[in-house]
């Protein structure tokens, strides 16, 4: 759960760091503004991969940079 949020906070970190509107970042990522806001609003459970991919794509940054931020630092890995 804390890693949704997680990803929330960074794209609208980005977002705002960027002056950039959810609308704009739908249109350069091509990723739909209902999954984009999904993901925002933290309903989106797991995001896939290519998601991610495109939407830093459309923040101009790369997936390392994105998942490079402090936050990220102390996720720890689920275990079944």
């Not at 609308?23 to 999904?38: E, K």
């Not at 609003?41 to 402090?70: S, Y």
């Amino acid at each position: 759960m804390r890693e949704q949020h997680l990803l929330s906070d960074r794209i609208k970190t980005l977002c705002e760091e960027k002056n950039m509107s959810y609308y704009s970042l739908s249109y350069r990522s091509t990723v739909p503004i209902t999954t984009i806001m999904n993901i925002v609003h933290c309903t989106t459970k797991n995001p896939g991969i290519f998601t991610i991919v495109k939407l830093c794509d459309g923040l101009g940054v790369t997936i390392q940079e994105f998942f490079g931020a402090d936050a990220f630092e102390d996720i720890e890995r689920e275990t079944d």
